[in-house]
């Protein structure tokens, strides 16, 4: 973070159910989030069960967060200046995800706002591969 300009404005606890005004207000962004494989931040499994932040998140979906750090296809990345406002009034994303399989039930991946509200205009999903077989004679 620091090396985008940004800085954590959180002493303890780490901000994952306001992790989209604490991304905006340090005029960062994430780009590439595995929006298809888990959460965003400060969403729940269900409306009946309460939010406890990052810890609500399955085993299978910090693994899915880890891999996709790892691999870099998840990216901070700082909000450019022409663009700030926007992010801020919630007319541009503040997490995008990345383009999700072409089995995916939406056209595109999710986005979160500053607000909180989401979508689902973000990369298109993935065209699907039409494997050629060869059957032997």
Avoid at 55 to 70: F, H, M, P
Avoid at 119 to 133: E, V
């Amino acid at each position: 973070l620091a090396q985008l300009g940004g800085k954590c404005a959180w002493d303890r606890n780490f901000p994952w159910k306001g992790m989209s005004s604490a991304l905006a207000d340090a005029n960062l962004c994430i780009k590439g989030y595995p929006t298809h494989k888990c959460l965003l931040p400060g969403e729940a499994h269900n409306e009946n069960s309460k939010n406890k932040g990052i810890g609500a998140l399955t085993q299978k979906e910090i693994v899915a967060l880890v891999d996709a750090l790892k691999a870099g296809t998840m990216q901070v990345a700082r909000v450019d200046k022409t663009h700030r406002a926007a992010v801020m009034a919630s007319e541009r994303p503040v997490i995008t995800g990345i383009a999700p399989p072409a089995e995916w039930a939406h056209d595109g991946a999710r986005r979160l706002f500053v607000n909180g509200d989401t979508d689902y205009h973000g990369p298109a999903r993935l065209k699907p591969i039409n494997a050629a077989t060869k059957v032997k004679k």
